[in-house]
């Protein structure tokens, strides 16, 4: 029988995400074509005998790609470590992760686009050789040791494909991209996770909370939270139709599911830059965050809704979107040249 694995969960992760989170794929809702060729993949893996194929998650924020991670090893019956590409810096760092990595193991790299371009070429041959080279002192007395390692399976995770070298993204096995989940799915995933909570709630209220969750079953899960505290706090505990739009509404959540900080951005791109085009530096120096949170948490929902859109000259507002804020579009639709310095 296969043992239980070991999870280091992600440091980031809030206990109560986790426990909202399924704990085997087969109880995952939505990505069900990528579940699907995870599935043949696992049990190929299990009926060989040999360690998964290496295996890259792409994708907008809150898609999956962490769930997935923390659920194939307990589909595997294998032993789980994670990492976050941010805090490896030196090969030096990846060096206790791999030598510690246990036969059919799976080591998860979250953010893997952000790892140091030395320890990218330095897990290179742990990947397709299952071994390392150390170097042993400096200059003439340097000396290099060829280490192996016990077969395992490196998933990698990233919201920004195109910063991964050629390279490193030919060395997964499988690449598979998480796409936006339907509002059927949604609403499954709150009606489901209202029982975790302990939260009576009616078919029209998941509905509501779906469609205000931009397509993320992350977002879902903490507008289902606020919903509930909310709830609790105002009414007698039961999440109605009323209750959820009106708590949703003190979130400052719209009927599209934006919230304060997408309306800013759209309404900084209609009011200072006249609709776009603009580069989004300029957007993010106006707005005073980083460029990075709005290009992955931002826009990829204000794009997939055509509220916004990507020109060669930079972002645009479309007449869909000046309608979301009630506005009018400019004269002349907006082509002024203050985007080009940034674009």
């Keep these: 029988m296969a043992r239980e694995p070991i999870l280091q969960p992600p440091m980031e992760s809030p206990e109560e995400d986790r426990d909202l989170r399924p704990q085997r794929m087969r109880d995952m809702v939505g990505q069900r074509e990528v579940y ?41 019956g294998a032993s789980c470590q994670i990492a976050s590409g941010a805090t490896l810096k030196a090969p030096k760092d990846l060096i206790p992760y791999l030598t510690n990595a246990e036969e059919r193991s799976i080591l998860f790299i979250d953010e893997i686009h952000r790892m140091q371009k030395a320890v990218e070429e330095f897990l290179y041959p742990a990947m397709e050789d299952f071994r390392i080279d150390l170097t042993l002192g400096d200059g003439v007395n340097a000396r290099t040791i060829n ?32 796409d936006f989940y339907s509002l059927e799915e949604l609403a499954e995933i709150v ?131 000046f309608d979301h804020l009630g506005l009018s579009p400019p004269e002349g639709g907006g082509d002024g040249d203050q985007g080009l310095l940034f674009s």
């Design 36 to 76: 699907e060729r995870l599935q043949i993949a696992i049990t190929s893996a299990v009926k060989r005998g040999e360690p998964l194929g290496h295996i890259l998650f792409d994708g907008p924020p809150g898609l999956g790609k962490t769930t997935f991670a923390t659920c194939i090893p307990r589909d595997l």
């Design 147 to 178: 280490m192996s390692l016990k077969p395992f399976t490196l998933i990698g995770a990233t919201t920004r494909t195109g910063l991964l070298s050629a390279p490193l993204r030919d060395r997964f096995q499988m690449q598979q991209h998480l």
């Design 191 to 321: 009606r489901r996770n209202s029982k975790k909570l302990q939260v009576s709630i009616t078919d029209e209220s998941a509905a509501e909370i779906a469609a205000r969750s931009r397509g993320t079953p992350r977002l879902a899960n903490n507008r289902l939270r606020w919903v509930r505290d909310y709830a609790i706090t105002k009414a007698d505990g039961r999440i109605t139709l009323t209750v959820a739009r009106d708590a949703l509404v003190m979130l400052g959540v719209d009927q599209l599911g934006l919230d304060p900080q997408d309306r800013k951005y759209l309404i900084t791109i209609a009011r200072v830059f006249e609709g776009g085009p603009v580069g989004v530096e300029a957007v993010a120096h106006t707005m005073n965050v980083a460029p990075d949170t709005l290009v992955d948490e931002t826009e990829p929902f204000l794009l997939r809704s055509e509220l916004v859109i990507r020109t060669p000259r930079g972002r645009k507002l479309t007449p869909k979107g």
